[in-house]
DNA sequence: TATTGTTATACTCTATAACTATA
DNA sequence: TATAGTTATAGAGTATAACAATA
């Protein structure tokens, strides 16, 4: 697949706006996050799923879908190529055979790590200029702003955009 | 039976990230923001160049759309559009006859006005939760964000004081 | 009959490149 | 020859719906 879009709305409101930084920072962030997913060759997308599957392993390919908000016919693709390289595998339950449970190879794991320790370092970057105690006290804002825009708090952003 | 991390449904990072909050709540943002500018059947990309031949009225259409990043050929679609809604006209300049100098009809400037009064009543939902202090804290802070981001700050003026 | 996964398809969106008219 | 705008088109990405296997 090819990376994600370049295309960016730059004019923002006549005044100071909590909203359109929000949607500035919130656009570069994910961008740059391709760029590191890029270097496993996988996208955002994969590395949700990969995430999903880690925190709740057999789960169904759809089970997964729904919690990501990707449609079924996605998962298919998103699964086929993370299977193609080795990350993922496809398990028929014994107990119900329609469902594919997925699970992560050995090799998926080692990835997941290593994308992990790389997001870690995107982190620190995104951070740098905050002292620990202003990191926190950003945190804290940004959870009311969460609150008043109805973000759950736990839930992925669907990589589709939609 | 049930797993300790039952409550966590999702799979972001197994750390409080700012990034990937930032990817979140810009996302969704940006979503809401769309919901608006459809109560004035227009889209968000309709209402940056707006913005943009407002404050650079007659300017031309290729100008305006390199100072948004959009590429000429889109720029003819959205004008298209927004001419078909009488809210933009293109002029020729005597100067030069092959660039179409962009400005507002007087529709345009009425809806876009009522559009930004919808953009504000949006930014105070987000800032609902946040005392004038804490709003001005966050801004501070996202402006550090902002610098380890490498995003370019928006250098428009602030004539509604707010 | 309902559900999981898959496949096929139609639709949207975007950007590249060709084309025109001016310069 | 170069530039502003336009048009045509091909490509990617998505989601809807039909289909197959199983329950």
Redesign the interface.
Known sequence: MVPPD?????????????????????????R??GRITGQFDIEPRHF?VM??V???PDQSQQGIGD??GIPASTMVTIVDQLEDKGLIERRHLTSDRRTRALHLTAKGESLHDAA?EA??A??A??????EPH??E???E??G?????????A?????PA?G
């Open positions: 370049e295309q960016r709305v730059g004019s923002g409101p006549p005044w100071v706006s909590v909203g359109f930084t929000l949607s500035q920072l919130g656009l570069e962030t994910a740059q996050f949700a995430s999903a880690r925190l709740a919690g990501l992990l997001a870690k995107q982190e970057r995104i951070c740098a200029e905050l202003e990191r006290q950003l945190l804002l940004l009311k702003v969460r609150a008043s825009l109805g973000v759950d736990t839930r992925l952003p669907d955009g």
